[in-house]
């Protein structure tokens, strides 16, 4: 789950440096490809590891048919890991994802005011493909995210284990959403199929 929510931050700062970038792209240098990819799972490893090592714990989720961090323990070393999950792990990624979007609509709305024809159908693209992988974003990690921490805050008992299951789907279905989203948002795209 934390390297797809880290892959989609990246993805978003990738393609906003990328679409507004105004040399031609070198499709031969794959260092900034690969950079990215160590960075997702080297922070996603960061945060997935200490677990193992006594900040909180992994256990049965939900119905007991996965694993994940120990949502239910109620002592300050598990909530301290989950506040720093939400923050480092939904919150800054989050961020990322709505700068790297925002700007990059900032750009096609710039370059859509100097070519104002073909320019505003594009820049309707972009702000619905931005808007949809937004919300899918939220609405695939949000429920999971607050699941987590009324299990972890709220009272005992409060969260069942079928009530955590449709959070939990949603959340580990997200990587499958965004690239649905740009194959049928993206016109050169879906010109080919």
């Keep these: 789950g934390i390297i797809s929510l880290i892959s989609l931050a990246v993805l978003s700062y990738e393609r906003y440096s990328t679409m507004t970038r105004t040399t031609e792209a070198d499709t031969t240098n794959y260092r900034k490809t690969w950079t990215g990819i160590i960075l997702s799972w080297t922070y996603s490893l ?5 677990p193992l090592f006594g900040w909180s714990s992994y256990g049965p989720e939900g119905p007991g048919i996965t ?7 109620k002592d300050a070393n598990n909530a301290s890991y989950i506040v720093c999950l939400f923050i480092f792990c939904l ?4 961020g990322i994802i ?10 096609v709305r710039q370059v859509s005011s100097i070519h104002k024809g ?8 972009i702000l619905a ?7 899918c974003f939220l609405l695939c990690w949000l429920p999971y995210a607050a699941v987590a921490l009324i299990a972890t805050f709220g009272k005992p008992g ?3 284990p079928a009530a955590s299951i ?3 789907i949603l959340a580990k279905s997200s990587t499958v959403y965004n690239p649905i989203i740009y194959v049928f948002l993206n016109k050169q795209v879906s010109e080919i199929l």
Excluded: D
């Design 98 to 107: 709505v700068y790297s979007y925002g700007k990059l609509l900032c750009a």
């Design 91 to 94: 919150v800054i990624p989050f």
């Design 129 to 135: 493909m931005v808007v949809v992988m937004v919300v």
């Design 67 to 73: 694993c994940s961090v120990n949502w239910h323990s």
């Design 46 to 50: 960061a945060w997935t590891v200490p």
């Design 166 to 168: 449709i959070p939990a």
């Design 158 to 160: 409060l969260i069942t």
């Design 118 to 125: 073909s320019g505003r159908s594009r820049e309707q693209r």
